[in-house]
């Protein structure tokens, strides 16, 4: 049984019976060493007061318990004289010691232990010493404390306590005085008595850097409540740093990673000043870091171009290594304090996904097809779409993933929608992600081909070498360096244990989540090693002012205030009479499909987004519209089927007329059944046949063993003979308009719908989609609002008249 | 590493405890010295040898041997006793507020034992004709407790030492003014007594009055030496008193009885006398060198009863046959020193 060596049962601290925080639940198990943080005054000292019994709780218990093998007591049970054996303290304040020596100071530790008139014995004049000796301060003995500086006066109280022989020690910020070496010297003092003698340690540290350093829990304390409590790593992230503080967001934060303290304006400027603190992979490479402005913050005024260094990393096909590099280089990236905002390209969500779970960087798609650079809507290139994403998250590097190969396109036709498209769009510097494996001279001809392949604009500037070893690599690169004008960057040795499985995203679950985290970590421990940051930074720098025609013309309503990116609900704006409608979006582990740029979009034309989880929640929120993303529904299936009010509640909000609109995944869960086949049954308590869905539309669901109509569409209405074209008054899509999208979807429906026609590009293939059923739309495509911004505002506008019901 | 450290705390224990020896090898030798001077004082001269077979052989003159035993003596010895009492008590109250400038005088303590001592005097004389010592001792308690309970009351909304100390003095001038108040209205003959007393001095001090102050103080001192230990860990502070197993309340209430008790005897015996518990605890931690209780106060008591003693003797001869009142000695000699002490913290 392990039993906590100190337990705060339910305890409230306070003043004068005044209850300051209250609720704490704390067990503090032997030779932990526990550290509150907070802001000043927010009751850390109450809190160690309580436990020293200087101050009476206001409520609860705190028990202690003196062996490993004995029961936990009362705190207020133990007589002063036990309590003083088992627990020594270290308080802030100045004494008033007149003229006792340092020594005598710390001889009073040995209180507990001597007798009736206090005097030492040859014992405990040793263990005297010996606690003098281990903060090393035994010249000190004979001066008086008084005349001793305040940190030579903290090593000799931290000795005193050492004299009281405890099982667990109290400390009230005892590094408040000190400098660095004084502070290291008492911590590591603290931490050897902890592990080696296992003595508990509780204290309180304004150092947070420290704490979470030194630290096996950490207690942040502000406000009423115990505001966290766990290990650093957990919850010491850059948000609970910011929120425990009040840090203001405009002049730094806390970077949890390098438990430092960042301060905006001097981080610029010292990157400015080209002072970069960046390793070098291959020695002998003379050169510093040049003068190049590596990472000004976007240019934010509506100007005609944007200067943002950027990269693209692609592949001459997949599976060489691209995104498995790309997570090690932005993970890299971000712990050189950069702020990098990752792109995919093409339509496809899972990267986009990753890069905002697994990394915590910003991320969204990138699509020469969805946005192609002839469009009437300006707002509606790659080049706009890239800027709108740097400007909004204030990123100073920006980092696209390509997609297949990279010359590989729209399928038959030329290299539209390739990443080389998107690259030539966008201007971007490319690197050439290599699987070199059992290759060695060959590398240089494969390489000659992609560059010069390209012609004219040649954007493939360098090359990273996957799958290599160490000892090849000095040699290739001068290969390639001699019969290229491609620079190599550097290499990833081979290395079995960085794969991660199937990247079948839907929301992570923590440990899935910790566990990618730390390969991606070991990742870019790895690259930092064989990556010439310096060349790949300047490679991003290469990148010209991007030209992006009037990208800034739209009215910010929303967008600009919550990163649709998180899964927060929205504050209750009751108060604010001309909030825009309200549209309820499903975002769960079932449904989680959705462009940044469509959630953007909505907002932009004044909608206010709220998240909901149709597999969790019991109910709707409140809102004017629904919108059903794409996802894996057929995973949850089961869950979803057993949420009958849920489903009931779509059908009521619908019957009475709430905007609907519904694809892929969602278009499923409106339909009436969801059939499953065996692979996929049994996730949760599902049916092994059917599950009953919303029954909104109607229409089957059921598996196929291929995709179905896969790859790039543009869906326009069907001219209006056909009786479900009657009620297209409700259709989002205006006439002669066409929106772009894709489908991408195993299952398939009995009954697709026929309101518009999905053509794929080159004009070949063509077939019917969406249902059209009063205010409901949804189909099996994934639209890219932006490509035909009336939609959104079509929908948005029927959210509005619906809210004015 | 036995071997390396044992010389070298050794050494400076050795040190230290030479010092201690010398200090109170000279302490225990002036204390002897005032008695014989003492002694040998007077308005009628006794020679030495005379002196001394009447102190140990009981034979003489009945006449010198009232002198030096009904008169000398019981002053001596309770100028010693008193002397050591007020250093205790001194040294007691600087504990407990922390602060070496804090005495039963300064804090007005005295004064409120003495107005009480006025009242009940008054009081039982007007009724009983008498008064006996017990009573006065109780009432000078009394007196002590309240004043004290008034001075803690203070301490506890005034976060400076000095505000502490102007209170103290506002008390002892309130009391001082009803005690005159009182003088004024009183019988002639309960005046006499009163102003007797209240001068100040060991004038009045007989053998019953002695031996009651010696029994009290004698207990007083055993209490207070047992006490040692937790002053010393007092010293660091009350947190970290307690925090190595003294039990703060009992330990506070014991020391501000203790104080009170002694210098309510004093002032129950000799009235209101100034400095002396403020100046002697002073003295005698810089000549020890150390503020360790279990040296300090035995070192005081002896100390107190050194500074009264002489002090008792210059008050009685500088300006004989006129007695000064011991008070004035004792200001002459201990506000210097205190005045000193001041001086010396600022810096």
């Known amino acids: ?275 970069q603190p960046l390793k070098k992979a291959s020695p002998g490479e003379a050169g510093m870091a040049e003068e190049k402005e590596v990472s000004p913050k976007a240019d934010q005024r509506e100007t005609e171009s944007i200067s943002i260094p950027r990269l693209m990393i692609a592949a001459p096909g997949s599976g060489s290594g691209k995104t498995l590099i790309t997570c090690g280089l932005l993970r890299l990236l971000q712990r050189k304090n950069f702020r990098p905002a990752a792109f995919k390209c093409g339509p496809d969500y899972i990267d986009p996904m990753f890069h905002r779970q697994v990394l915590g960087i910003p991320s969204r798609n990138l699509d020469t097809f969805f946005s192609p650079a002839d469009s009437e809507n300006t707002a509606n290139t790659a080049p706009a779409t890239l800027a709108r994403a740097v400007v909004k998250n204030r990123a100073d590097i920006a980092v696209i993933e390509g997609v297949m190969g990279y010359f590989d396109g729209t399928g038959t036709t030329g290299m539209d929608a390739s990443s080389f498209d998107l690259a030539q769009q966008t201007d971007t510097p490319v690197i050439l992600i290599l699987n070199a494996k059992g290759m060695s001279r060959s590398v240089v001809p494969l390489l000659r081909g992609f560059s010069d392949y390209e012609k004219e604009d040649r954007k493939i500037r360098g090359v990273i070498l996957n799958r290599i070893s160490a000892g090849m690599f000095p040699i290739m690169k001068k290969w390639i360096e001699e019969d290229t004008d491609l620079r190599v960057i550097g290499y990833l040795p081979q290395d079995e244990s960085l794969s991660w499985g199937s990247r079948h995203l839907g929301l992570l679950q923590p440990e899935e989540l910790t566990d990618l985290q730390e390969q991606i970590d070991r990742l870019a421990d790895i690259l930092e090693k064989t990556i010439d940051q310096e060349a790949l930074l300047d490679l991003a720098g290469t990148a010209p002012a991007m030209p992006v025609p009037s990208w800034k013309k739209e009215k910010k309503t929303n967008a600009d205030q919550m990163p649709s990116g998180t899964n927060e609900k929205k504050p209750d704006l009751a108060g604010r009479k001309q909030a825009g409608p309200r549209i309820a979006v499903a975002r769960d582990e079932a449904f989680s499909f959705y462009y940044e740029d469509n959630l953007e979009m909505l907002q932009e034309c004044g909608a206010e987004l709220v998240f909901f989880s149709p597999v969790q929640d019991r109910k709707l929120p409140e809102a004017d519209g629904l919108l059903l993303g794409g996802g894996y529904p057929e995973l949850h299936a089961g869950a979803l089927a057993q949420n009958e009010e849920m489903k009931a509640q779509i059908r009521e909000c619908a019957s009475q007329g709430m905007p609907v609109l519904a694809e892929c995944g969602g278009f499923m869960y409106l339909q009436e059944n969801l059939v499953l086949t065996d692979m996929e049954a049994g996730k949760d308590g599902a049916d092994q046949e059917t599950c009953k869905m919303c029954g909104l539309l109607p229409g089957t669901c059921r598996m196929t063993d291929k995709l179905v109509r896969f790859g790039y569409i543009e869906l326009e209405k069907k001219a209006g003979e056909n009786s479900e074209a009657e009620s297209f008054e409700a259709g989002y899509l205006k006439d002669g308009h066409r929106i772009r999208g894709h489908e991408f979807h195993y299952f398939d429906s009995t009954d697709n719908g026929a309101a518009c026609t999905a053509r794929k590009p080159g004009g070949r293939r063509s077939w019917d989609c969406m249902v059209v059923q009063d205010n409901i739309m949804a189909g099996f495509p994934h639209l890219y609002y932006r490509s035909d911004p009336a939609f959104a505002e079509a929908f948005v506008e029927k959210c509005r008249q619906y809210s004015r019901k | 590493m036995d071997n390396l450290q044992r010389p070298e705390y050794a050494h400076a224990k050795a040190l230290r405890r030479t010092r201690y020896t010398v200090v109170f090898a000279a302490l225990a030798a002036a204390f002897l010295a005032m008695i014989i001077l003492n002694i040998n004082t007077g308005s009628v001269s006794i020679p030495v040898a005379r002196i001394l077979r009447i102190l140990f052989l009981r034979q003489g003159e009945a006449n010198e041997v009232s002198i030096i035993w009904k008169i000398r003596m019981p002053r001596i010895l309770q100028a010693a006793i008193l002397g050591g009492a007020l250093a205790l008590s001194g040294f007691l109250l600087q504990t407990f507020f922390g602060n070496p400038i804090a005495g039963p005088f300064v804090l007005g303590i005295s004064s409120g034992t003495k107005m009480c001592v006025a009242v009940v005097m008054i009081l039982l004389i007007g009724r009983f004709g008498t008064a006996s010592s017990w009573a006065l001792i109780l009432a000078a308690f009394a007196g002590a407790m309240i004043s004290t309970a008034f001075i803690l009351a203070v301490s506890r909304s005034v976060r400076h030492m000095a505000a502490l100390l102007v209170a103290g003095i506002m008390i002892g001038y309130i009391c001082s003014a009803v005690t005159e108040f009182l003088v004024t209205f009183a019988e002639d003959s309960d005046i006499v007594n009163l102003h007797g007393w209240s001068q100040g001095s060991f004038s009045g001090a007989d053998w019953s009055g002695t031996g009651t102050a010696a029994i009290i103080v004698g207990i007083a001192f055993v209490c207070v030496f047992l006490l040692a230990k937790p002053i010393g860990a007092y010293q660091m502070g009350e947190e970290y008193a307690r925090s190595m197993g003294v039990n703060i309340k009992r330990f506070r209430m014991e020391l501000i009885l203790l104080s009170g008790v002694l210098s309510a005897c004093v002032t129950a015996f000799a009235g209101p006398i100034s400095f002396v518990g403020i100046a002697v605890p002073f003295l005698v931690k810089r000549a020890l060198g150390t503020s360790k209780p279990i040296v300090v106060i035995p070192a005081a008591f002896l100390g107190g009863a050194v500074f009264c003693m002489v002090s008792d003797l210059i008050a009685r001869m500088a300006f004989s046959p006129t007695e000064l009142n011991i008070s004035t000695v004792t200001s002459i000699l201990g506000a210097p020193i205190v005045i000193y002490m001041l001086i010396r913290r600022n810096r």
Do not use: W
């Open chain 1, 1 to 275: 049984m392990d039993k906590n060596h100190l337990q705060l049962d339910q305890l409230v601290v306070g003043y004068n019976g005044k209850a300051l925080i209250h609720g704490i639940e704390i067990g503090v198990r032997r030779g932990e060493i526990v550290t509150l943080v907070g802001p000043n005054g927010s009751g850390k000292s109450t809190i160690l007061k309580t436990i020293t019994r200087q101050l009476v709780p206001v409520g609860g218990e705190i028990f202690l318990s003196e062996q490993e093998t004995s029961s936990p007591k009362k705190l207020n049970q133990f007589t002063p004289a036990d309590l003083a054996r088992n627990m020594a303290v270290m308080l802030t304040g100045r004494l008033q010691t007149e003229l006792m020596t340092c020594r005598d100071v710390a001889a009073m530790g040995r209180y507990p232990y001597t007798g009736r008139l206090g005097i030492l014995s040859d014992a405990d004049e040793e263990k005297v010493d010996m606690a003098l000796a281990a903060v090393h301060a035994r010249h000190l003995s004979d001066r008086p404390f008084d005349a001793v500086s305040d940190g030579e006066r903290q090593r000799i109280l931290l000795a005193r306590a050492i004299c009281q022989e405890p099982k667990i020690i109290v400390l009230d910020e005892p590094t408040s005085y000190l400098d660095i070496r004084h502070k290291l010297e008492l911590l590591s003092i603290l931490h050897r008595m902890s592990r080696e003698q296992g003595i508990t340690v509780v204290m309180s540290l304004h150092e947070i850097d420290l704490a979470m350093k030194i630290s096996d829990r950490i207690i942040c304390v502000r406000g009423e409540e115990i505001f966290a409590c766990g290990k650093p790593s957990e919850i010491l992230d850059d948000e609970t740093v910011r929120k425990l503080y009040d840090l203001d967001p405009e002049l730094g934060r806390f970077d949890a990673e390098n438990g430092s303290l960042e301060l905006y304006f001097a981080e610029n400027e010292s990157r400015a000043n080209a002072d």
